[in-house]
Nanobody
């Protein structure tokens, strides 16, 4: 069974940085899409960043130039480096994995429990 465990969420001030981690276990698929979503209270879920099965990356416009997604295969870990954080980045951040490489990455696969990021002004 696939299990994703996120960590690294915290409370920081505007302009600060955080690095989120997501450790995966039980992923038997040779190729998967991995990425991060976030959801703030009262707002729709937003895909923040993803690494496709072919290794290409993409970011939401709202985080381009500030966030970096990376994967360390040896540790089965996905990272999200977040710099220049803004109050609007405040949300619960979720790691997600989907073996369906041929479909858009909309979070229909496996999810972690989330880690809270709070950015104060």
């Amino acid at each position: 069974q696939v299990q994703l465990v996120e960590s690294g969420g915290d409370s920081v001030q505007t302009g600060g940085s955080l690095r989120l981690s997501c450790t995966a276990s039980g992923v038997i698929y040779s190729r998967v899409v991995m990425g991060w979503f976030r959801q703030a209270p009262g707002k729709e879920r937003e895909r923040v960043a993803r690494i496709s099965c072919d290794g290409s990356v993409s970011y939401a416009d709202s985080v381009k130039g500030r966030f970096t997604i990376a994967k360390e295969n040896a540790k089965d870990t996905l990272y999200l480096q977040m710099n220049s954080l803004k109050p609007e980045d405040t949300a619960m951040y979720y790691c997600a994995v989907d073996p369906k490489c041929w479909l858009p990455f909309v979070g229909s696969g496996y999810w972690g429990q989330g880690t809270q990021v709070t950015v104060s002004s």
